[in-house]
């Protein structure tokens, strides 16, 4: 049983989607399972082995599912003695704890744009967890040779090959082209999308143009507020190399929870000092 739970965890975040593993860590008395006993749950619902059935794994489910959403593990007691056993409808008494760890799939990053900044972005962004794609329009900076191995590298048309794309909802866009058009037109490719993160690097003038250039073509203010622009954390970057681990602490930033939400996105930006290094 627990290698069909570890086959279906690991199948799971195979195809990019999350799970949550629950496993009892400790079972005292008269309990369904014993500890050690392990069941996924799967992105779609599912339930992948078992903890014992009945209340307590219909409320570690549910747990689960919580704990999926705010990307956070957590420690459940049930208590299955006397009284409470009667109240839940357990037919054992006894004690469990069940450990409940969500777990995420090596997120998608597209760095578009394969200059020095994407170079270094791939970098730092392979160290620390990502699945990084490079899109480019020119071979000669799109070389599989300047990256990490494992980096997948496209040449094509920029904005035509974002707008085929299926992007999953889970990824990271990272556009650092060679020039505003390029920017732009990758950013109204992407930014209706329901994806994890969508950044754009620039000047606050630079970033002013462009967003008023897409607000003009239709795209709402809603929509580009949740744009992170000038991209990355504002530590006075100013290699390509700084500029990488600036921009890779945003997105963990974001991976962890600790930036959730378009708000706190835009409370980041009046935050910024205008004019940052870096951001040109």
Do not use: N
């Not at 086959?7 to 014993?34: H, K």
């Not at 967890?129 to 480019?136: A, Q, T």
């Amino acid at each position: 049983m627990t290698a069909t739970v570890f086959r279906a965890v690991l199948d799971a975040l195979d195809r990019g989607e999350p799970a949550a593993l629950v496993t009892v860590v400790e079972a005292t008395g008269s309990t369904p399972q014993r500890a050690g006993a392990k069941m996924a749950l799967l992105a779609d619902g599912r339930l992948v082995g078992t903890i014992g059935g009945g209340p307590c794994e219909h409320d570690a489910a549910e747990q689960a599912r919580d704990a999926l959403r705010l990307r956070r593990a957590r420690l459940v007691t049930y208590d299955l003695d006397d009284e409470a056993a009667a109240d839940t409808g357990a037919v054992c008494g006894g004690r469990m704890q069940v450990y409940i760890e969500p777990l995420a799939p090596a997120p998608d990053l597209y760095l578009v744009g394969a200059g020095h900044v994407a170079q270094a972005l791939a970098r730092v962004a392979v160290e620390t967890g990502f699945r990084v794609h490079v899109l480019d329009d020119r071979a000669r900076y799109a070389d599989a040779a300047l990256y990490p191995a494992g980096v997948e590298v496209i040449v094509d048309d920029i904005a035509g090959w974002l707008g085929r794309a299926s992007l999953p909802p889970a990824a990271y866009v990272v556009i650092v082209t060679r020039g505003h058009r390029h920017d732009r037109e990758a950013l109204a490719a992407v930014v209706t999308r329901p994806l994890a993160y969508v950044g754009m690097i620039g000047s606050r003038r630079k970033v002013a143009h462009v967003f008023e250039a897409l607000v003009s073509s239709g795209v709402t203010p809603e929509a580009l507020g949740a744009v992170f622009a000038p991209i990355g954390f504002d530590i006075g970057a100013v290699t390509p190399s700084e500029i990488a681990v600036s921009v890779v602490a945003e997105m963990l930033a974001v991976r962890s929870g600790r930036i959730a939400d378009p708000e706190v996105a835009r409370a980041t930006l009046r935050g910024r000092q205008a004019g940052a290094p870096g951001r040109v």
